[in-house]
């Protein structure tokens, strides 16, 4: 959550988001919900069926999955007896993501306009494209700028980039044979520049995308010109050139297009409504072209040994420094955005040290197990080595695999005529080296149907090769550790990284008139002020005003406690006796108590321990023991309290599903390190965490209570929110998991409720928002969450929403467009199979945490601008200079930092039937977040 640490640029696993994690969401289905680890959908308890409208029983009670302890960072260390922060800066897109289009009903689509009405209306298939067309839409102007909260200065990782006076020409290449690597292409087109430079391309420097487009500040002197180019293969770094082997291409270069300035000056003056993307990325790939040549580029980063200290990350891997660099479009100008960034590399080791290191064991002496054998063979796959028993002659190959049979029994025919010789002869024979490692297997270099076998003490890993597989969590942690900078020292590195690229002096810049200023820029920001919170009149403190971010419930008690009257513990963690399980489940429940829930002192039975491995057959096993004593009572297990190992792997979301899916039962997960703490605070903060688990809500906006939020209470409203995790690239089988959540109380709306859905690999629309299906007896029947979720509305207020807030998690700027067309539409067709006629207003707001601006205080020695870890302020909200020319978009860090740089929440209004001014905007969403 939040901003804890300066995260690297999305080159690991990046942790969860909130209601769509690994596992169900937010504790978990509704009892007696669908079964299975990804359940097609999971409906409320009696939920709509069919097209029966505005009928059904509620949604069980919302259930947040940010459990306390599960050892994710999902939770914030507090500070004082149950220290509260709002939350992470998404407003209510709690559980919130993407995915891809599913089969939908016609309906009603109300007050779209009739461009938009006609694209949505179009017929859609499972697997056809969804309009995306600009023309078909346009995203709601800004409402003007906020003026709520008290005015401030920050600073921002944006550096003001000059807009060229040149004649931008766009032309196509063509490389024969064509290669996949850019890395080749590149090398051609520099050999082409530096022969031809001069004569044939009229002195022009031209920059390269390293595929098909190539661009020049002004024309060539033709309009087609055909090049032979030839390279010589370095991979065995002999040096001599008669050793070398040549390739030859054949590049054809021919005029495509002018690239449009005049449009993209119109558009940052705000006269034009549509950004001219193809300018956009002529500069970006000016900007690119210097650092792809110095440093290793991946996405919009580049990284160096160079650029900082490598640090060890475990298991071969090491992590190196860089920077990301973007050039935006802003109510300023044109802005370079500059971040620093790190990611894993392999380390170049030896190929035996590298495994080693990988089986944590020393195999410099004994063979290989068939475990190890896979383990390093799955490592190893696709990685260059390059052969060190050949003195200078540094060939380079690709691992392919890994052989069964170790390097003495290996052997190869050498003529046709059927003669063997064994690896081990040959290397002796051809290169006078004796193996030493011949019980060790080989590795495979080449195709699979000729491979060539290298012995493992023969090879180095080539530099330079990032590590793109999945990480482990000590992995994770160590690359956060190392990247986690406070914000002054963030501050300082991007000034200095900005200073060392040296872009007035960047032959490509100068080329295509590019000027960058070496200043981040100061913008003007406001401080939004925290919401009063209401808490139950039973508590000395009846209500609070949080302070910095934070706020205790020392005094106070939570404003509707949930009940708890039957529960369990198991425990999974071997270091933790059972004395002090019981004790720690003793002083929680005590907690939960004080803090006005109806809770049972004691468990149905004592905790239990056992075993990780077991955990399903454990969880199972006691769960119905329970229930041989509550089942003649009538009565249900209401909670399960499982502790856990504080590096659990799988085991948290193993229980997840166990509990949540197959038992259908709360779950609230404690690691060992808050058991041995027995701290006030952490009980606390658990009790906040299982009271909304179970239906109850800790606190509620006074603005609420008063009516007194504009567009939220003077009618009833519901707030969705929407995200979708997908699986790590690696692993192309798995489906990716939707999650929506929806408030389920007006004029409160604090408390939610989840549904989620499985849906194909990484598709970023979410497909089960509204569905039909074909019921034999029924004919066509309507469902979806969208659906269930006001369904459940009605049943828990007694209304009908009449305005809808959605806030959508996870999109990128480039699916802006196919996300409002695919899922408005949904949300339309949801709404009018309810009701004839029934179409809220809507306002969708897309959330982005994956973004690179980040904000700096304006006077790092001003204590009264910054909170106690040197960031910026909670409540800071910035809607000027580094936002969008004209669209209604803000920054805002509604928490307080805690380690690290805090990374605002960016919000982009992509429609707004409610008619939003900026500050309503604005102040209700980081007020939701303290929620």
């Excluded at 059927?418 to 002796?428: E, M």
């Excluded at 401080?527 to 209500?543: Q, S």
């Excluded at 020392?554 to 406690?561: L, S």
């Excluded at 489940?585 to 321990?609: N, T, W």
Aim: charged letters at 25%; one cysteine or more; a positive charge.
């Amino acid at each position: 959550m939040g901003s804890r640490r300066g995260r690297p640029q999305q080159q690991y696993p990046p942790p969860p988001p909130a209601a769509a994690a690994e596992g169900p969401p937010r504790g978990g289905p509704a009892r007696g919900g669908g079964r299975g680890p990804f359940p097609q959908q999971q409906v409320p308890q009696g939920g709509g069926r069919g097209n029966q409208g505005f009928t059904g029983a509620p949604l069980q009670p919302p259930q947040p999955r940010d459990d306390a302890a599960a050892g994710r960072g999902r939770g914030r260390a507090a500070r004082g007896t149950g220290t509260r922060h709002p939350g992470d800066g998404r407003g209510a897109a709690r559980g919130a993501g993407t995915s891809s289009p599913a089969p939908v009903a016609a309906g009603p689509l109300g007050r779209l306009p009739p461009d938009l009405r006609q694209a949505m209306e179009e017929p859609s298939e499972p697997q056809e494209a969804i309009p995306a067309s600009s023309k078909a839409i346009r995203f709601p102007p800004r409402p003007g700028k906020g003026s709520a909260g008290s005015r401030c200065l920050v600073k921002a990782n944006h550096f003001i980039a000059q807009l060229p006076d040149k004649d931008l020409h766009h032309y196509h290449v063509s490389i024969t044979p064509e290669v996949t690597s850019r890395v080749v292409n590149r090398a051609v087109i520099n050999e082409l520049v530096s022969l031809h430079r001069a004569t044939y391309l009229g002195g022009r420097l031209p920059a390269y995308d390293g595929r098909k487009s190539l661009y020049t500040a002004g024309p060539l002197p033709f309009a087609s010109k055909e090049f032979q180019i030839t390279l010589l293969d370095d991979d065995n770094g002999s040096g001599s050139a008669s050793q070398r082997r040549q390739r030859n291409f054949k590049v054809v270069i021919k005029f495509a297009a002018r690239a449009d300035l005049h449009r993209l000056g119109m558009f940052l003056a705000g006269r034009h409504a549509e950004a001219p993307q193809e300018a956009l990325q002529v500069l970006d790939i000016v900007l690119r072209e210097l650092p792809s040549a110095r440093y290793a580029p991946f996405g919009r980063s580049f990284f160096s040994p160079d650029l900082g200290r490598r640090q060890p990350l475990g298991d071969g891997l090491e992590s190196w420094r860089g920077f990301y660099q973007s050039i935006r479009p802003t109510q300023m100008g044109l802005s370079l955005n500059i971040d620093m960034s790190a990611t894993a590399f392999i380390e170049p080791l030896p190929v035996i040290d590298y495994a080693a290191q990988l089986l944590r064991s020393d195999i410099h002496s004994r063979p290989l197990s068939d475990a190890e054998r896979v383990k390093i063979k799955k490592a190893l796959r696709g990685v260059k080595v390059e052969v060190t028993h050949r003195g200078n002659m540094r060939r380079k190959y690709r691992i392919s695999g890994l052989t069964t049979q170790a390097t003495r029994e290996l052997t190869f025919p050498v003529d046709e005529g059927g003669t063997v010789k064994s690896v081990v002869q040959y290397f002796q024979e051809t290169y006078g080296f004796a193996i030493q490692h011949t019980y060790l297997p080989c590795l495979q270099v080449g195709n699979q149907q000729r491979p060539n076998y290298l012995p493992m003490e023969v090879c180095k890993i080539v530099e330079g090769q990032r590590y793109s597989k999945r990480l482990n969590q000590n992995q994770i942690r160590a690359l956060l550790d190392e990247t986690c900078q406070y914000p002054r020292d963030r501050e300082r590195d991007i000034t200095q990284m900005v200073k060392h690229n040296a872009y007035q002096e960047d032959p490509y810049a100068k080329e295509f008139g590019i000027k960058i200023s070496d200043r981040l820029a100061s913008v003007d920001a406001r401080i939004l002020p925290a919401p009063r919170l209401k808490y139950n009149e039973t508590g000395r403190e009846k209500d609070c005003t949080p302070r910095v971010g934070q706020w205790n419930m020392m005094n106070k008690k939570m404003v509707n406690g949930g009940k708890v009257r039957s529960w369990m513990c198991v425990n999974f963690a071997r270091n933790v006796p059972d004395k002090l399980a019981r004790d720690f489940c003793h002083q929680l429940a005590q907690m939960c108590q004080d803090s006005g829930m109806d809770f049972a002192l004691e468990p149905v039975l004592p905790p239990m321990s056992a075993r990780p491995d077991q955990v399903e057959r454990a969880l199972k096993a006691r769960y119905h023991e329970a229930m041989n004593i509550l089942g003649p009572q009538r009565r249900e297990l209401d909670l399960l309290i499982g502790i856990l190992p504080d590096n659990n792997g799988s085991l948290y979301g193993d229980l997840k599903r166990v509990c949540e899916i197959d038992l259908g039962i709360v779950s609230q997960c404690c690691c060992t390190k808050q058991v041995f703490k027995l701290n006030k605070q952490i009980y606390a903060n658990i009790a906040l965490k299982i009271n909304v688990k179970v239906g109850g809500r800790n606190t509620v906006l006074v603005d609420a209570l008063s009516r007194r939020i504009p567009l939220v209470t003077d009618r009833p409203t519901i707030i969705f929110g929407a995200d979708v995790t997908h699986p790590h690239p690696d692993e192309d089988s798995s489906p990716s998991i939707a999650a929506v959540v929806a408030s389920q109380d007006w004029p409160e709306v604090t408390r939610y409720a989840g549904l989620v859905s499985a849906q194909a690999h990484r598709q970023e629309l979410i497909e089960d928002l509204y569905k039909v299906r074909q019921d034999p007896q029924k004919g066509p029947v309507s469902s979806g969450m969208i659906r269930e979720l006001l369904i459940s509305f009605k049943k828990s207020t007694g209304e009908k929403p009449q305005r809808i807030i959605f806030y959508r998690d996870g999109v990128s700027e480039g699916q802006f467009y196919q996300v409002l067309l695919f899922e408005l539409n949904a949300i339309r067709k949801a709404c009018a199979s309810l009701e004839a006629n029934y179409q809220p207003h809507v306002t969708f707001i897309v959330v982005q945490k994956r973004h690179h601006t980040r904000l700096f205080a304006h006077n790092h020695n001003d204590k009264n601008s910054m909170d106690r870890s040197g960031n910026i302020l909670p409540g800071t909200v910035v809607d000027t200079k580094i936002c969008h020319p004209t669209e209604f978009d803000f920054y805002l860090c509604s928490h307080a930092g805690i380690k690290g740089t805090s990374r605002p929440a960016h919000y982009h209004v992509l429609w707004d039937e409610n008619n939003f001014t900026a500050d309503g905007l604005q102040t209700l969403t980081n007020n939701l977040c303290y929620t």
